[in-house]
């Protein structure tokens, strides 16, 4: 078919393709190449770095999957920090849990913020709920600066290169650890079993060092490598796996349901295989 | 990066593409278009009418899949039918399991079975199993010529257009209802529930009519259109979901499991949706 095409290289040998209606944005920010594209498929797309980051039509997924289990574990989330995420889904869905009265966004790059604000308001609109506080600054800075403070805390990042790698690192996940309330949860987006094997392993070795309970959590975003996902969860006193279905917040989710928060958990044999 | 890359439209909107090490194979059999190309993110794949059909990296989702809810749900499936799956995976899969003791695979086009035998060897592998037979025939036919004989029929096609179309009609799953034992299984590959929600629904609807069970099976192929793929199955008396965990048969698998049996069945609200 004749038009634009939107390439991101996935891995050195697998490229997906999209059709592109139009360009919205594009600009180089002080930490990154930032786009909005109008795709036939998945409609508008945020890009950073020219990897796609959400997109109208399955953001849905990823940002119910990333917030729902740990919000659903931890039986009073009443004050939840999501670093990166700037986009706004994450948030949104957590402003979602009547149990939250704080949520607040730390995104280095406010840049995104004001993008997905002009360009993404289905996305962004949880950034102006009165229970949400954004904050432009960087991440691993605020949770140094606020220890025994938030219930959960979400790691809603881009891929482990270029500014998020020190979100990947054991020696963050520690800084976590002090900044969540003795009771707490953390929550981040680890990449894909398929193509991300070590890093998945690593980190999931790390929770289980620093955290009583590290758990994997899978769900299908389909503009990612290979669809299937992962979100690593570490808790200091709640298991996912135990909690009680009824106690289970029922919202307007597509993706995550009452069934869905613990068939997520389910790992295929050759996803657990990366379990310490 | 440089190299030979292959290109699959998946909708008008959404192209993969693969970065090539060889093609081993290009034929016009009297049916479609067969090739292998060796890739190299998958390994060897297997392309009908340029339309990837499995690979060496990911086979095991599919095959697994397609086969294991149903011959765990019925508690002895002696005799199984395969209409399509001409390179082995799926009859591979069925001939591990205990219980059986005849597997029959009708596959229209011969070219796909020797060329599956030649470069696809660890596919291919079931086909030369003791309990396994080989005819090369319409499967359409097969049915009809062959009531109350099958325990588990499985309908491993390529997708809706070309030679398959038949295999999605009401009319055929009505003929495999009277192929089938009076307590046989039918399960059949049905696409994306992000990309084919009109065909799901459609097919759900069918197998409502004309099973007292009807079922949908959540995969993930990353090699297939957005990762996540469905399996329709229609039941005349065993509920997938009621099965005894302890009655699974653990064989050597790497996607599918006791858990994963009863998580697969899960479906998300956007996908509930599509039931009737």
């Not at 998945?42 to 039509?57: A, S």
């Not at 929550?187 to 690593?202: C, H, M, R, W, Y």
Request: hydrophobic letters at 40%; glycine letters at 8%.
């Amino acid at each position: 078919m004749k038009g634009l095409w939107f390439t991101e290289r996935q891995n050195p040998g697998l490229e997906i393709s999209c059709l592109t209606k139009k360009t919205l944005h594009w600009e180089k920010t002080d930490y990154q190449e930032l786009a909005v594209i109008d795709t036939e498929t998945f409609g508008r797309m945020l890009l950073l770095d020219g990897v796609i980051q959400t997109t109208i039509e399955d953001e849905f997924v990823y940002h119910e999957m990333i917030s729902m289990v740990a919000l659903n574990t931890h039986p009073n989330p009443e004050k939840v920090l999501v670093i990166g995420g700037g986009d706004g889904g994450t948030i949104r869905e957590i402003a979602k849990h009547p149990k939250v009265k704080e949520a607040v966004l730390v995104e280095i790059d406010g840049q995104v913020v004001e993008t997905a604000k002009k360009y993404l308001p289905e996305i962004s609109v949880g950034l102006d709920n009165p229970k949400v506080r954004v904050i432009i600054d960087d991440g691993i800075k605020h949770v140094q600066d606020n220890e025994n403070t938030y219930d959960v805390i979400i790691v809603d990042s881009t891929d482990p290169v270029g500014p998020a790698v020190g979100l990947f690192s054991g020696e963050f996940y520690r800084q976590i650890h002090k900044a969540l309330t003795p009771d707490g949860i953390f929550v981040a987006q680890t990449e894909s079993p398929f193509f991300n094997k070590d890093l998945i392993k690593g980190i999931q070795k790390d929770l289980a060092d620093i955290f009583a309970i590290n758990k994997l959590i899978l769900a299908n975003v389909p503009t990612y490598p290979g669809g299937l996902w992962t979100f690593s969860l570490g808790s200091k006193k709640y298991d996912p796996e135990k909690v009680e279905r009824e106690s289970i917040a029922e919202l307007d989710t597509k993706y995550y349901s009452r069934d869905v928060h613990f068939s997520a958990l389910v790992l295929p044999p050759f996803v657990k295989e990366l379990m310490p």
